[in-house]
């Protein structure tokens, strides 16, 4: 689930040659807490494991996968279930067994 600023249609449509209300209408939906996300997961603009949009991607991509935020680790499920969907979060996973010297059983 991608989370969208208020502002980011405003932003994003004009790269994709959309008015505002258009993009809203095909890409955003409102969660059960009322806050904007993107209407499908897999993310619309992820193709072949590469946003689609990334010089004009949301706010929340910006930060993805959140490592740095407190609390991080109370969602270690969603990272492993996106590992071999994301080069993101596989990276990450990655050096964290280089780093942390894992040896498979």
């Given at each position: ?11 994003i ?6 008015e ?86």
């Open positions: 689930m991608i989370n969208i600023d208020a502002g980011e249609p405003e932003r449509a004009p790269h994709l040659n959309l505002p209300a258009v993009f809203r209408q095909r890409y955003v939906e409102e969660s059960q807490q009322g806050q904007m996300i993107v209407n499908t997961i897999p993310c619309h603009f992820l193709a072949d494991s590469k946003c689609t949009i990334y010089e004009h991607r949301f706010a929340e991509c910006r930060e993805f996968p959140h490592l740095h935020k407190p609390g991080f680790n109370k969602h270690l499920f969603m990272y492993f279930m996106h590992y071999a969907r994301c080069p993101i979060i596989f990276n990450v996973i990655e050096q964290l067994k280089e780093d942390l010297y894992f040896v498979k059983p």
